[in-house]
């Protein structure tokens, strides 16, 4: 089969594209700078440069393919420029599936996310749960996924389109370069220690996450959705498992949604005044607290979706990053060579 797949740099991308050409298939690749996607062309992916914000620069590349899998997105919290968001999350997202449709593919894959549902306030929902917003959203990704989600998205799969959308939750692994990634690190470095006490995700392996977009393009019913998010933990419950593996103490510090919210708040305001680090600004605690949680239930039983325990995918990951930092496990005692 030939698919084709938009952000194939990106972590997620990036795995979808090797499990799709270990199983030999011809992956085609969008993007924007060639020269620094060389795994990708290593891997035996053949690159176009584009942009999906740029609907022309996908035509030849979308041309005869079997399958569209769209998961390019911006992904930022903290930033002061946002501009950006709506062109790509909503407007990007509208170009690949209208290209879909004009070219007549047979099947398209749209990466969504679970914080369309928002904080679905310590609930368990499925995929037919939807959320309406009052008032401001926590974050622009979480608004502008909202909206290519439910006023792009899904429209146009109820008008016809061959449409199938995943929605994941977190994600880690080795090789991930987001926030998650940096709270791991802050916590071996013993430099996390304060963390949100009510906040719960799903928790995924990025392995997995991919195999289950796979997943979809071949065993998922035209016209739904799947949650493909991995078990339910909460972020305090997430360190203490970290502690078991690695032997650095979990943060001792538990904060309350109210306190979060009265930080978050609070540093909007000095944010305005003084120049502050990413992760103390006000839309990056934010982002931090809720319950963003599903249930995969539907991707279970339809796609075959199978996440790992996240015990077992944290030892995997913590322990490469424990190497990558020079870190070695003596009678739990961590030690470091900074």
Request: aromatic letters at 8%.
């Amino acid at each position: 089969m030939r698919y084709f797949l938009t952000g194939a740099t990106g972590f997620i991308g990036g795995h979808v594209a090797r499990q799709l050409v270990e199983a030999g298939h011809e992956v085609r690749a969008l993007v924007r700078n060639p020269v620094k996607a060389a795994d990708l062309r290593e891997l035996g992916v053949t690159l176009y440069q584009g942009d999906i914000t740029d609907k022309e620069t996908m035509r030849e590349p979308m041309e005869s393919v079997d399958g569209v899998f769209h998961l390019a997105a911006w992904y930022e919290v903290g930033v002061p420029d946002k501009s950006v968001a709506e062109r790509i999350n909503v407007q990007g997202t509208r170009n690949v599936l209208e290209l879909a449709k004009e070219l007549g593919v047979l099947k398209t894959v749209y990466t969504s996310s679970l914080v369309v549902f928002s904080d679905t306030g310590g609930n368990l929902v499925d995929e037919s749960y939807r959320f309406h917003p009052s008032g401001a959203w926590p974050t622009e990704y979480e608004r502008t996924k909202y909206v290519a989600h439910y006023d792009v998205a899904v429209p146009m799969m109820e008008a016809g389109l061959p449409l199938v959308i995943v929605q994941p939750g977190v994600n880690y692994g080795p090789g991930d370069t987001s926030t998650v990634r940096e709270s791991l690190i802050d916590y071996l470095r013993g430099r996390l220690p304060a963390v949100p006490r009510d906040t719960a995700y799903c928790w995924a392996h990025v392995e997995d996450t991919a195999r289950g977009h796979v997943q979809a393009m071949e065993r998922g019913r035209v016209g739904e959705s799947y949650i493909i998010a991995g078990p339910v933990h909460t972020v305090p419950e997430v360190y203490e498992m970290a502690a078991r593996i690695t032997g650095v103490p979990a943060p001792r510090i538990r904060l309350s949604n109210g306190v979060m919210r009265a930080m978050a708040s609070a540093m909007e305001v000095v944010g305005r005044a003084v120049p502050l680090p990413k992760a103390y600004r006000g839309e990056s605690l934010r982002s931090t607290i809720g319950t963003y949680i599903g249930d995969n239930s539907k991707a279970r039983h339809e796609l075959g979706f199978k996440p790992r325990p996240l015990e077992e995918g944290l030892r995997e990951t913590l322990l490469h990053e424990m190497r990558l930092l020079g870190m070695t496990n003596d009678d739990r005692r961590m030690t470091t060579d900074e």
